[in-house]
């Protein structure tokens, strides 16, 4: 067995053990472990313009500067940053992506390598298009988080105006290809916007054609401009009333695994918001962090909660066990949640990690982490826990 297989088990083999450690931690207050996974921004440029994209949509009122746009990593400090994390044990995956496309990075393929190398689970956040799909079957890549964002080429070239038919047909081939090849663990994500919201059965039937692992479904997070691509009031009540329900009795005819009933949550929340996030709590603080490339440590995925920054003489494993870390995870259990968290990019983590709380720890606890029940050390009011779960159209578990 080779040394990354043999790295990869043992972290297969501790999975059990660190959830158990996580969850407590999540009542506790204590963080045991560095992050469970850490998504990595290694360049900021980017090959399409996304009408939804914050950084890159054509809708946008202030574009990005053109040095902006040309950062990227160094493959020697995108190793370095690797090897701190996974000091702080716990580290069982790695997401490859960027304000932009990964693979525009010249040496996308070294960084990828970095990751397998040390047994990491490796997730890219692509449109593929710039990648070359034989590198990745060589480095045994383990999941594409695939930015399709349409079913049609109608669809798809609406998402992306500057590209045009050869993109589709292209993307579709390559796809054909991978399935041809035998790979079976990339993820189609559609972000839901004005011009594909009429095709989550047809995103369905795609994931399946093309033999797509999972398909995830989010609401499309707009400003800046990009509010132009929003979803219409007439999408949003065919979506509630009829779509969501026709895509799920598709998806279970064809044994296509979704997150509709979370993006039904999303739908839910209603006007600008994307997360009903204090129905469900913040989870993060102990499982989870970005770095953007120019060494900018996020709390979560949200670029307004900011932690500290990389430099000579602040390493990530400084800032994890820090004040200011410790201070947001303090703020996040207390509910006391930004503006910008109702727009929550880690909400589908996020309502997973909270359903286990729930189911570990009970009613009480699960509500006093999410900022909404008795602070620790106060007595129980059961009365006060049911009014609250009855606000949430929730049964009472336990507690």
Known sequence: MSLARARRAERVAAHKTHKHARLEAMVSGAVPLGPQSVHIDVTNACNIDCVTCWDHSPHLTQARPVSWKRQRVDPGLFRELLADIDSLGGLEAVVVSGMGEPFTHPQIYELLAAVKERGLHLTVITNLLAAKPERILELEVDCLLLGIHGASERSYLGFHPSWGPREWARLQATLAEFKARGRRGDKHVHVICRHNADELVAMVE??????????????????????????????????????????????????????????????????????????????????????????????????????????????????????????????????????????????????????????????????????????????????????????????????
Request: glycine share 10%.
């Open 206 to 399: 795609q994931a399946e054609r093309l033999a797509a692992a999972k398909i995830n479904f989010k609401l499309a997070s707009l400003r800046g401009g990009t509010e132009v691509a929003a979803i219409s009031d007439a999408q949003r009540s065919s979506l509630q009333r009829e779509w969501i329900a026709a895509a799920k009795a598709r998806a279970e005819e064809l044994g296509v695994v979704h997150n509709l009933d979370a993006f039904a949550r999303q739908l839910e929340a209603g006007g600008r918001a994307t997360a009903p996030i204090g129905e469900v709590g913040c989870f993060m603080g102990p499982l989870y962090s970005r770095i953007t490339v120019d060494g900018t440590v996020l709390y979560c995925c949200n670029t307004d909660v900011v932690v500290g920054r990389l430099d000579a003489d602040t390493s990530f494993s400084d800032l994890w066990r820090g004040p200011a870390w410790e201070a947001l995870r303090a703020q996040m259990r207390r509910g006391e949640y930004l503006p910008s968290c109702s727009q929550c990019g880690k909400f589908n983590q996020n309502l997973t990690w909270s359903e286990r709380v729930r189911e570990r720890h009970g009613d009480e606890r699960w509500l006093e982490v999410t900022g909404r029940g008795p602070r620790r050390g106060a007595p129980p009011d059961p009365a006060t826990v049911e009014a609250a779960l009855r606000r949430l159209q929730l049964p009472v578990l336990r507690g």
